[in-house]
Structure formats: C-alpha cells, structure tokens
C-alpha cells in the first residue's frame, strides 16, 4: 500500500478514511460567508482596462527621510479571481533602518481590490505583521498611464518618520524595456532625481490629508 500510494503521491488514508474528511478545506478568506456581500467577487474583480497586468513605476516621499523619495518597480499579474502585486524594497531603504539586504526579506506582496475611484491594494512582507494599504485613483489628465494616490503604514504614531504619503504609479506595459530602467534607478533619492510630472503629482508643499 505504501508502494502504491507514493507512486500516485496520495495520502494513504484514502484506503482508511472517507475521502470528503481527507480534502475538505476552509472556504478561502474573501469568500467565507461571514463576509459575503462585504468582499466576495465585487471588489476582487479587477478588469485589465482598469489596472492592467504589468510593470508599474512608483514613487512616493520615503517615510523615514523627508529629504529623500523612494522609486521602486512593481509587478502586477492575475490568477483568477484576484489580482496581484509584487516587488522588492530598495537594498539602501533596507540597509539605512539596520535590516537585512536579503531579498526574501525585501520582497513584499499584496492583493489589489476594485474601489469607487480607483484600486486598493493591501501589501505586507513575508512572515510580517505589519502591513501597507494603497490606494490609487487614475490621472485625470492626458497621461492614462499614470495613477496617484497615497500609502499608509500599520506602525504607531512617532515623532520622526511619516505614516502616510502621496504616491505615483506609472504603468511600464508587460515588457522589460522600460521596467529595467527604473529597477537600476530603484531606491533613495533626492528630489532632483524624480521625474518632473511625478514630482508635481506628489503635491509635495501642500499638507496631506
């Protein structure tokens, strides 16, 4: 028996056991009944021409430095019926807070939600207890490549360092000619070193609110 259920690579309790009791999951989180109507299909459901699957520039004020912004490169792809994100913080962010370089620890990953004006996406890191939560509305001008928005950090409130800052989002298309760019340029800079429009976006001398 043994023999027999390695060759198939199955569990031997199908011989022993009801088979209903052996794969028998948990319902997936977003469709548990307890949040139907609240998450289901509705928001999950994001259609290509609204956020398409791709490369994505980004760039926001750094959270820890007011004096620099962080450009970074994100990948959004879909395995039906979600939407996804994923990318890796900049090795200098890392390094300037003392943590690791590796990139299973730089590495984040999130789910992209449908909203009224925009796209929400929920991001953590690998094993983290924190989180971020995007929010990203199109550019209403002729750039319709470009969304703007914010991005919030789950961290207590501090004297030094922003919990909340405007952001850019640029789509790149599926391909690596324009993404490769910004993955060389991706981390800390100055203000000097942000695209004008980008720059403009961030509304840098008005409060966020």
Known sequence: MQRICEFFDV????????????????????GHSFLSGFFGASPTAVPEEMFPSGFYSFVRRS????????????????????????????RDAM???????????????????RQEEGVAALVTHR???????????????????????????TVREKVTGRRAARMVYEYLGPG??????????AGLVALEDVPVFHARLLRLKEEFR
């Open 176 to 185: 690596l000619t324009k993404a490769l760019p910004v993955a060389r340029q």
């Open 95 to 113: 390094r300037n807070q003392g943590l690791s370089t590796e990139p299973s620890n730089r590495e984040f990953r999130g789910l992209i939600m």
């Open 127 to 153: 094993n983290s207890l924190a989180c971020s939560f995007n929010f990203l509305t199109p550019e209403t001008s002729f750039q319709s490549n470009i969304w703007e928005g914010y991005a919030t950090r």
């Open 63 to 90: 959270f820890i430095d007011d004096t620099l912004f962080t450009i970074g490169l994100v990948h959004v792809h879909r395995e039906a019926p979600y939407t996804f994100l994923r990318g890796f913080e900049p």
């Open 11 to 30: 569990d031997a309790r199908i011989l022993l056991e009801p088979v209903e009791s052996i794969f028998a999951t948990s319902p997936e989180l977003l």
